[in-house]
């Protein structure tokens, strides 16, 4: 599957984005996705994740109540609105696929990868 990250700007802090992400390929729905966001300088960490028919969703601490995941099955899309954005939530978004569960937060364990998309908040 190969996937394609967008909807990344430029936001003042307490803003909202949405990001997309959109796959090809078949069997969209057998796939977990998630959304992993990496700082400069600091290591790729997990934002959240959804399983296959959207039933079960996760996410850090960090975002809990301010992002929302969800995702279009029949579209081949998921997404990730972000409310009340801070500063610290200034990073590379990226959006990744797996067929496998467990450990969803675990960048190494997710086969496929979209390019990222860049979300910067301002004070």
């Known amino acids: 599957v190969q996937l394609q990250a967008s909807g990344g700007g430029l936001v003042q802090a307490g803003g909202s984005l949405r990001l997309s992400c959109a796959a090809s390929?078949?069997?969209?729905?057998?796939?977990?996705m998630g959304w992993f966001r990496q700082a400069p300088g600091k290591e790729r960490e997990f934002v959240s994740a959804?399983?296959?028919?959207?039933?079960?969703?996760y996410y850090a601490d960090s975002v809990k109540g301010r992002f929302t995941i969800s995702r279009d099955n029949a579209k081949n899309t998921m997404y990730l609105q972000m409310y009340s954005l801070k500063p610290e939530d200034t990073a590379v978004y990226y959006c990744?696929?797996?067929?496998?569960?467990?450990?969803?937060?675990?960048?190494?364990?997710?086969?496929?990868w979209g390019q990222g998309t860049l979300v910067t908040v301002s004070s």
């Open positions: 959804i399983t296959g028919s959207g039933g079960f969703t």
């Open positions: 390929g078949r069997s969209f729905s057998t796939y977990i």
């Open positions: 990744a696929a797996r067929t496998s569960g467990g450990y969803l937060y675990r960048p190494d364990r997710y086969d496929y």
